[in-house]
């Protein structure tokens, strides 16, 4: 069937000069209850990869170098 | 993307298999290891045990402490008997009851703070109709943290992004263990159990948040009703389906409107006068109907009222609100312009959901934690023991898992049946093999707007009816789903599990023809509460492969109530003339 990409913005934002992702950290990965944060292998940096966030804030909390904000979605701003 | 996976199968075998690592899993396993150290223990969660489940970030407080000299267990067994309007199993209630000290005071051993006085007693509050049960936390962000060091300490083993979506069952019924995929490699998992529990939290992703944002709910996401999907398939009992969770919320933001933190510093429900409609804000479906009578009133919508609170108040509200269960409510607020010292917070109704920590709608327990399917336990918000919450989920946790550790002793290894295996691995696998089909997240959208469009009370007969022929027809599109990798495939499961609960809810509603627990089952067409008929609790079973609803008589009470109590919870509305000794003032004696 066809399909479309729809951009979206997205909650979750990653300062790449803080990220240490290059470095093997993977904290804000591994702490999503939803899955929805990845590492881009290419750049060494995590980012959100689906729009499906809680705003519950672990992956800003636990990242030990202050890489992660968490915004509220944009529908419920 | 699915064709460039290499998809394998492991099967392990363990002793006790626990779903869920949130709040009752946790304790299950630590439990079950404890009562046997050699018992093998595995803790199987979706996401991360770390940061996984309701109290993901910590929680406020305890909602139902029954600690001595604030509160007798015979007291809070007939405050929620009262509060379910009748419907109950003392028993069940009993037993967390009595076990709510005794588990606050092993959290307090291992780490997690309660409020004290400054004589070292715990600072209980009241928020309850009758009752003092309400113990802050001022600095519950660290439980899980706790949790994992104890889990870490007793050796239970742990896997996580396992999303569990099927049980196995013996020829006999009873249970063999579950199975299960990798949501990042997409690896099918076989897990054969002595014993199984679940404790996979609420079904929180059914209905669809008036922002329309499918992941703002009020449960955690990842809580979309796996565990009631499991026990339902696996021939479980389930029961006060109909009897649906809706609680008080900011408006457009998921956070509770926090009565518990707030009332006993001063700050209350209002309408848009600014005044007070009720004079309890313990959450109970007599309660969310007031609330929703105000919302929709000339007197609507409904705030949340602290700018009366001197600024010393509003900084301590602030910090245990925002730092705490929903952290990013600071945020939200500073987003819109809302500052508690200057205006009231605009508040509305949630989505519905399945919750049994907050309503009654979950699997059916004994007072042992036992489902009806053999060696299959059940702990937490999954659990059908009503308004449960999270000490709720420990004690639940805690008694299935030493029930599940006694029953390991004399049963051996089920045999596991291949056909289970094979018709499992396939339905798991097959959107991965759709490279043309539906995408789940609009599927999902689809669904979940039906069930708000009409699952949601005020119920009527007519539109539950044209709601389960909409979900029959999804139901035909979940075997179209397409997935282009693990992770598009744990929401495309999902999915499944949230249309089973979607037909339960739908179903086990239609069948109930009263009225009751205000809001959570308020029926237009049998506006009345009809206690001759429908005193019973309302069971959803899978029978020959078709659900069936029936009627299970409530056990006799143990604690018996009077006539005046009985009411209680009715009569909570504040009527602006009302006399200075109004009756609403019901005490209740502690025997």
């Known amino acids: 069937m066809p399909t479309a990409f729809t951009v979206t913005s997205l909650p979750v934002r990653i300062d790449e000069t803080l990220c240490i992702a290059n470095k093997g950290c993977t904290v804000c990965v591994d702490v999503c209850p939803l899955d929805v944060l990845a590492i881009d292998f290419d750049k060494g940096k995590a980012y959100m990869k689906f729009d499906e966030c809680w705003y519950c804030m672990p992956c800003e909390k636990d990242c030990p170098t202050g890489a992660v904000t968490v915004d509220i979605p944009y529908l419920l701003r | ?591």
């Not at chain 2, 018992?39 to 770390?50: F, G, I, P, Q, S």
């Not at chain 2, 995929?181 to 014993?195: L, N, P, S, W, Y």
């Not at chain 2, 397409?482 to 949230?498: G, W």
């Not at chain 2, 009411?567 to 109004?582: E, G, L, V, W």
């Open chain 2, 1 to 591: 993307m699915g064709a460039c996976l290499t998809l394998q199968t492991h099967t392990r075998t363990v002793d006790v298999l626990v779903i869920g690592g949130g709040t009752a899993g946790p304790m299950a396993a630590v439990k079950a290891k404890e009562a046997n150290p050699e018992l093998n223990v595995l803790l199987l969660e979706k996401a991360n045990v770390k940061r996984s489940g309701a109290i993901s970030m910590g929680m406020d407080g305890l909602n139902n402490a029954v600690i001595p000299g604030h509160a007798t267990p015979e007291q809070y067994v007939k405050e929620i008997t009262i509060a379910n309007d009748g419907i109950v199993n003392q028993k069940t209630v009993m037993a967390y009851a009595r076990n709510s000290f005794p588990m606050i005071e092993e959290l307090d051993s291992w780490g997690v703070k309660f409020e004290k006085d400054e004589t070292g007693d715990y600072a209980v509050r009241k928020v309850h109709h009758m009752g003092t049960y309400v113990l802050p936390m001022p600095e519950g962000h660290d439980i899980k943290r706790v949790l994992y060091r104890r889990l870490k300490r007793v050796r239970v083993d742990i896997t996580n992004r396992l999303v569990a979506t099927r049980l196995l069952t013996a020829p006999d019924g009873c249970i063999a263990g579950a199975m299960a995929f990798d949501c990042r490699t997409g690896d099918f998992h076989v897990i054969r159990a002595k014993t199984v529990i679940l404790a996979t939290g609420a079904a929180g992703r059914l209905g669809l948040p008036a922002s329309g944002y499918l992941f703002g709910t009020y449960e955690n996401p990842t809580n979309a009703g796996d565990g009631y999907s499991m026990a339902y398939h696996a021939g479980a009992e389930l029961s006060g389906i109909e009897c649906f969770q809706i609680n008080p919320l900011i408006k457009d933001y998921n956070g509770p409107a926090c009565a518990y933190v707030t009332g006993p510093l001063g700050g209350y429900t209002a309408n848009n006068q600014g005044e007070r409609f009720i004079e309890c804000d313990y959450w109970s479906g007599q309660m969310m109907m007031e609330f929703y009578r105000e919302l929709e009133s000339g007197n609507g919508p409904v705030f949340l009222k602290l700018n009366h609170l001197a600024e010393e108040t509003i900084n301590t509200i602030e910090n245990i609100l925002h730092t705490n269960e929903r952290p990013s409510r600071g945020r939200f607020h500073e987003g819109r312009g809302t500052d508690y010292r200057q205006q009231m917070v605009e508040m509305h109704i949630s989505e519905i959901g399945l919750c049994s920590g907050h309503s009654a709608s979950g699997v059916w327990v004994n007072e042992h934690a036992e489902t009806t399917v053999s060696g299959l336990y059940a702990a937490g918000d999954l659990a059908c023991v009503p308004h449960n919450y999270m000490l709720g989920a420990f004690v639940y946790g805690k008694i299935a898992g030493e029930s599940a550790a006694a029953y390991c002793a004399q049963t051996p290894l089920a045999e596991i049946d291949q056909a289970q295996v094979e018709l499992e691995r396939t339905r798991v696998w097959a959107p991965l093999s759709r490279p043309d089909g539906l995408p789940p997240l609009q599927v999902e959208y689809k669904l979940r707007r039906m069930v708000n469009d009409y699952l949601q009370p005020p119920k009527v007969t007519r539109k539950m009816e044209i709601g389960l022929a909409r979900f029959a027809d999804i139901g035909q599109d979940l075997e179209h789903l397409s997935a282009r990798d693990p992770h598009e495939l744990m929401r495309a499961l999902e999915l499944h599990a949230i249309h089973d609960c979607a037909q339960m809810a739908a179903r086990a509603s239609l069948f109930r023809k009263e009225s009751r627990w205000g809001l959570y089952h308020h029926r237009v067409d049998y506006p009345d509460t009809n206690d001759d008929e429908w005193f019973v609790h309302v069971q959803v079973k899978k029978i020959d492969d078709a659900m069936h609803c029936f009627k299970r008589p409530v056990e006799p009470y143990i604690v018996n109530l009077k006539e005046l109590e009985k009411t209680a919870y009715q009569r909570m509305r504040i009527f602006k003339d009302a006399p200075a000794d109004s009756p609403n003032q019901v005490g209740i004696e502690s025997n």
